[in-house]
């Protein structure tokens, strides 16, 4: 049994205050007076996603992160656990591999640009912090930052603290990369799905010359009710990811396949293999669905005729702009359409359907993004091996 909280961890609070960017390195923002009026500026058109960041993957991944309801974080030493509260605040619970406490952590919402995080841990001072500007904290940051301090609780009484890329560390540590540290991540999403992700090393066939290659592999499986509904793999040392979800999407890419789209916008991890493994259900189903309900009471024309509709597809978020990945979360068939209309630019865009009596040009990406959603998208790319 693990030591009662009560004692264990009742010596201190460690407090850092998420002010944002404007707030001061030490303590709480303190109250203004009541805000004067402001012009409203105009734009000229609609503003570009903001470009991916160590703290910030979109708010496609963000949206579908924030429906996790417990995120757990192996390690070869320890077990973290973060879940949502009923009032949204984010806690995370780290123990040791027999189950005892040793590192409590939580994000607390103050308001709709401050967040404060909490961490116990016992014989600590409280100590006062803003936070990095642009960070998301998210379950799985909640359990690699909680992970951290308890690694550096050596060296936090011995100076200030700095940001390294999104962890707080002791100034002048030496870098970690608490992701590699990890061995498994599991989510629990609401309607009975969960997700795993576990690192090993394997032997597979490259997808750059098909020759046997042998490298670490992180390979993530989504379940709904305990039956497995699809799984990716992602391949680090040729930055190949594949993918499964039978009935639903299959393929893969890799730099040379992104190339053209500038390639990585990130580097996957297993946070968002978990997160990308729910894309795929979740909007291939989606897509599924909507095209049983628009060929209802016609042939394969009037189906095909139904996909390209915009009141059903044309306006599915991923294929209603020119944004590759969506940021981060990758959507075959609609990434394979923004990249054909942004290869048309300025001809092509999101108004631009079936504009036959201007050209074809843009038609012909609208016809593949058709065949793409009625066969699942296998015609864009190879098989999983």
């Known amino acids: 049994?693990?030591?009662?909280?009560?004692?264990?961890?009742?010596?201190?609070?460690?407090?850092?205050?998420?002010?944002?960017?404007?707030?001061?390195?030490?303590?709480?923002?303190?109250?203004?007076?009541?805000?004067?009026?402001?012009?409203?500026?105009?734009?000229?058109?609609?503003?570009?996603?903001?470009?991916?960041?160590?703290?910030?993957?979109?708010?496609?991944?963000?949206?579908?992160?924030?429906?996790?309801?417990?995120?757990?974080?192996?390690?070869?030493?320890?077990?973290?656990?973060?879940?949502?509260?009923?009032?949204?605040?984010?806690?995370?619970?780290?123990?040791?591999?027999?189950?005892?406490?040793?590192?409590?952590?939580?994000?607390?919402?103050v308001d709709a640009e401050t967040d404060s995080l909490d961490y116990t841990t016992p014989g600590r001072q409280t100590r006062h912090a803003a936070r990095r500007a642009g960070l998301r904290p998210t379950l799985d940051w909640g359990n690699q930052q909680a992970y951290s301090l308890w690694k550096d609780r050596d060296g936090l009484d011995r100076g200030a603290l700095e940001w390294q890329d999104t962890l707080m560390r002791p100034a002048g540590a030496r870098r970690r990369d608490v992701d590699?540290?990890?061995?498994?991540?599991?989510?629990?999403?609401?309607?009975?799905?969960?997700?795993?992700?576990?690192?090993?090393?394997?032997?597979?066939?490259?997808?750059?010359?098909?020759?046997?290659?042998?490298?670490?592999?992180?390979?993530?499986?989504?379940?709904?009710?305990?039956?497995?509904?699809?799984?990716?793999?992602?391949?680090?040392k040729e930055q190949a990811f594949a993918w499964s979800f039978p009935g639903l999407t299959e393929g893969y890419v890799n730099v040379a396949r992104l190339q053209g789209a500038g390639g990585w916008p990130l580097t996957p991890d297993m946070a968002w293999i978990n997160t990308q493994n729910m894309a795929f259900y979740r909007f291939h189903t989606l897509a599924n669905s909507r095209t049983a309900s628009s060929g209802r009471g016609g042939g394969w024309l009037a189906k095909l005729g139904g996909l390209v509709s915009p009141r059903l597809l044309a306006n599915e978020p991923g294929c209603d702009g020119l944004h590759w990945m969506d940021q981060s979360i990758y959507r075959p068939c609609c990434d394979t359409h923004d990249l054909c209309y942004r290869a048309q630019t300025p001809a092509c865009s999101s108004s631009s359907w079936w504009r036959w009596w201007d050209s074809w040009q843009c038609d012909a990406c609208n016809f593949d993004v058709v065949y793409c959603f009625a066969t699942g998208g296998g015609h864009v790319y190879y098989r999983f091996p």
């Open 180 to 236: 590699s540290d990890a061995v498994q991540a599991d989510v629990e999403w609401p309607g009975g799905f969960t997700g795993t992700v576990t690192k090993k090393v394997a032997t597979h066939a490259s997808y750059a010359d098909g020759r046997q290659t042998t490298g670490p592999v992180y390979v993530g499986r989504l379940k709904r009710d305990g039956i497995e509904v699809g799984s990716s793999q992602w391949w680090p």
């Open 1 to 109: 049994m693990g030591v009662p909280r009560a004692t264990a961890l009742s010596a201190v609070v460690f407090v850092l205050v998420l002010a944002g960017a404007a707030g001061s390195a030490w303590g709480v923002k303190a109250a203004d007076g009541p805000t004067p009026a402001r012009p409203v500026q105009a734009l000229k058109g609609r503003p570009k996603p903001a470009p991916v960041t160590a703290g910030d993957r979109g708010t496609t991944y963000h949206a579908l992160e924030s429906e996790v309801v417990r995120a757990t974080t192996r390690f070869a030493d320890a077990v973290a656990t973060a879940s949502r509260t009923p009032d949204g605040h984010l806690a995370t619970r780290l123990t040791d591999l027999a189950g005892n406490e040793m590192v409590g952590f939580q994000v607390h919402r």
